[in-house]
């Protein structure tokens, strides 16, 4: 065999190859600029556990184009904080003690029960029960036979499941999917 054609690289040359391979270079490219063997360049890649960095695939372009997808994007978190705002002055209102927590969500209502009764006391506590029941028959379970209302967490799980097809459809659950949920 003919050694005069073997081509030593130094380890300068290989580090190189080592960087552009890692910053995404094809093999094949590097051992055509190199004039290294294209099964050395794997076998070296192997032997010195070169790694190239995780790259996801870039975001897809949306069919509408990114500045009407933008424009929809903040419109969308426009609205959502604007509906959170108007949420938070009524449960503002409830928790300062206007006459009844009238015109809080539902979904909010143990929340705000639990909170009016620690904090504006046990007659607010009880119109709040009277004022509740009387529109609500199914809430008369939120307080024991003592008349104490129960924690938060119960108090939800009751509302939810009282209201559990109005919560499916809500969150977008079609008929007969999911059933045990809630």
Do not use: C
Request: proline content about 5%; glycine content about 8%; charged content about 30%.
């Amino acid at each position: 065999m003919d050694w005069s054609d073997q081509k030593i690289r130094s380890e300068e040359t290989w580090d190189e190859i080592r960087r552009q391979w890692e910053a995404g270079e094809t093999g094949a490219s590097l051992a055509r600029r190199y004039q290294v063997g294209l099964a050395n360049l794997w076998r070296r890649r192997a032997s010195e556990n070169w790694m190239r960095p995780e790259r996801g695939d870039p975001k897809p372009e949306p069919v509408e184009g990114w500045d009407r997808w933008a424009r929809a994007k903040l419109e969308a978190f426009e609205l959502r904080l604007a509906e959170a705002r108007v949420v938070a002055m009524t449960l503002a209102a409830a928790m300062q003690g206007q006459e009844t927590p009238a015109g809080v969500p539902l979904w909010h209502v143990g929340f705000v029960l639990e909170w009016r009764a620690e904090h504006l006391g046990a007659e607010v506590a009880a119109k709040d029960r009277a004022w509740l029941t009387d529109r609500h028959p199914w809430t008369e379970t939120f307080w024991d036979d003592d008349g104490r209302l129960a924690g938060g967490g119960f108090l939800d799980g009751v509302t939810l499941m009282a209201n559990r097809e109005a919560w499916r459809e809500e969150m977008g659950l079609p008929a007969g999917v999911a059933e045990d949920v809630p």
